[in-house]
């Protein structure tokens, strides 16, 4: 067993001060600890007790090793005698820092010498997760700001959308994303794009960098995941669906219909409306197409970008009926039974797309009277409601005629579109 007097000058303060309150190194060791603290057995039962008292478990009862073989028990032994040794017990903290004490030396100092300051890790961790709990409240209020739901801030935040919450970014990415949202046609306090922007262009007017949402950025993903929670978190869905929503996302359609949904395109030749005989006037490009296309009662697909044209506000748009459906099959049937003689109709091909907002917004517009089908299931619903929401004026297309789905109430639909009543009358006998 190692017994000596403490050496002139060296330490004896107690390791029960507070931990991390100790800056200085502790003088030279004596000399009964020299080599002791280079064993196996030295160096196994020192790092042990560092980790105890770091962890804030500094009574004497806490064990400092259970695992010592035999050449450390050994090493181990030397400072705590042969009783100890021998009886195959574990070591306490307590046992140690008498046993240190007993050649000379103070448990704390000597741990300082050897392996440098002690931490308080109790204190780092709460520490950190104070840091990290003031991230999340900067983000939530970053976001909630921007008029994002609870559910969907934290879906993001669960997710990691915006990274870690260890990350010191993340309150600085959700004011990025916030920047977004305010930006869009929509949004709060007055959006600065226009519906119809390319992505590119959103990109660069706010971050002065075309690509800062492209799909391989955080912040692109961010923004479309978002995008999608939100439109499904607002038609009452919940935070499963909404979940799913999100990860609808993470193709290359999904990619760029929730950037449609929100008034913004990819790019304006993706983006697409399919129209039958509207009577669209002006020469721009969808003008053009369309009159080419009524001469032979032939649908059409628009894209974003002939739609980008201003168009004169003349006469012939005004109280003009227009019909707006969901499914492209009703504008087939249009097509095939009714041809030349069928009104005007617009078909969203489900959630509307840049291209229809461009197309429906303008022509309500200019006067024209909006009537909006769709199935009537939840998903048809939705696209009802932000129809109408969205377009002055607008009501809903034959609401009494039966039928869930839009091919239940075809007869009615096209006894509308050529005026006729006994389609109407069919489809509400049959």
């Known amino acids: 067993m190692i017994v000596g007097a403490p050496a002139a000058g060296t330490s004896r303060v107690s390791d029960a001060a507070a931990v991390g309150d100790r800056g200085d190194t ?3 060791l004596p000399s009964a600890l020299v080599g002791w603290v280079a064993t196996r057995g030295g160096r196994q039962a020192l790092a042990a007790a560092r980790l105890q008292i770091e ?10 090793s259970t695992d010592f073989d035999a050449q450390a028990r050994r090493d181990v032994g030397r400072l705590l005698g042969l009783t100890w040794q021998t009886s195959g017990r574990p070591l306490s903290l307590g046992q140690f820092r008498a046993a240190v004490a007993a ?58 959308w915006l990274g870690a919450a260890a990350a010191p970014e993340l309150p600085e990415r959700a004011g990025r994303l916030a920047a977004v949202l305010r930006a869009l046609p929509g949004g709060p306090r007055g959006a600065s794009a226009a519906e119809g922007t390319l992505l590119a262009t959103l990109a660069s007017d706010l971050f002065a960098d075309p690509h800062t949402l492209d799909r391989d950025t955080m912040l692109g993903r961010a923004a479309v995941r978002v995008l999608a929670a939100r439109a499904a978190a607002k038609s009452g869905a919940g935070p499963a669906v909404t979940a799913e929503a999100a990860d609808a996302c993470a193709s290359a359609a999904g990619w760029r219909a929730a950037w449609s949904a929100a008034g913004v395109t990819c790019d304006r030749l993706s983006s697409t409306v399919l129209v039958l005989n509207l009577p669209l006037p002006g020469s721009g490009p969808a003008a053009v197409l369309l009159r080419a296309a009524a001469a032979v009662a032939e649908p059409v697909w628009l894209t974003a970008r002939s739609l980008v044209a201003p168009w004169p506000l003349e006469a012939i748009l005004a109280d003009l009926p227009v019909r707006v459906c969901e499914n492209p099959s009703v504008v087939e049937s249009a097509a095939d039974r009714l041809g030349a003689d069928c009104a005007a109709l617009v078909c969203t091909y489900g959630r509307p797309s840049t291209a229809a907002w461009l197309l429906l917004t303008a022509l309500s517009r200019c006067g024209a009277q909006i009537l909006v089908s769709a199935d009537r299931d939840s998903a048809g619903d939705s696209i009802a409601r932000e129809l109408l ?7 809903p297309w034959l609401p009494d005629a039966p039928g869930r789905y839009e091919e239940d109430r075809l007869p009615a639909l096209l006894g509308d579109l050529s005026g006729r009543a006994d389609h109407i009358q069919e489809s509400r006998n049959s």
Request: charged share 25%.
């Open 103 to 160: 050649a000379g030396a103070d448990l704390t100092d000597l741990l300082v010498h050897v392996g440098g300051p002690l931490r308080h890790r109790p204190t780092e961790r709460a520490q950190v997760a104070g840091a990290q709990a003031q991230r999340r409240d900067l983000t939530k209020v970053a976001l909630a700001d921007a008029g994002l739901p609870d559910v969907v801030i934290e879906l993001l935040i669960a997710r990691r």
């Open 389 to 395: 929401a969205r377009l002055p004026g607008s009501r």
């Open 26 to 28: 502790a003088a030279a």
């Open 55 to 64: 962890a804030g478990r500094t009574g004497n009862r806490a064990r400092v």
